[in-house]
């Protein structure tokens, strides 16, 4: 069993940054893949990017590459997402995910985080 919080979110203007961080409870947390997912009022859940537990590797979401990225530290079980030269268009509630394998799809992860509002203003 995982438990999930994200903090970090807020409001911003357009080519900002933010930081936002995903704690995990448990002792297996390293045994997780981690993803970050966002939805924005009306669309559907949209990757972001995971680190995989593996070696560290990680991937992004075309929207988003370049100009996020995500990060885990071990020792604090936590992941997280830099978000850098931030648009309008991510404006969305991002939500952490935990997954023994990982995957660019939210249907494989079981646990979840309860999100976190990022609004960027033009």
């Known amino acids: 069993q995982v438990q999930l919080v994200e903090s970090g979110g807020g409001l911003v203007q357009a080519g900002g940054s933010l930081r936002l961080s995903c704690v995990g409870s448990?002792?297996?947390?390293?045994?997780?893949?981690m993803g970050w997912f966002r939805q924005a009022p009306g669309k559907e859940r949209e990757f972001v990017a995971v680190?995989?537990?593996?070696?560290?590797?990680?991937y992004y979401g075309d929207s988003v590459k370049g100009r996020f990225t995500i990060s885990r530290d071990g020792a604090k079980n936590t992941v997280y997402l830099q978000m850098d030269s931030l648009k309008p268009e991510d404006t969305a509630v991002y939500y952490c995910?935990?997954?023994?394998?990982?995957?660019?799809?939210?249907?494989?992860?079981?646990?979840w985080g309860q999100g976190t509002q990022v609004t960027v203003s033009s």
């Open positions: 995910a935990a997954d023994p394998r990982g995957s660019y799809d939210s249907g494989p992860y079981n646990y």
């Open positions: 448990g002792r297996t947390f390293s045994a997780y893949a």
């Open positions: 680190v995989y537990r593996s070696g560290g590797s990680t």
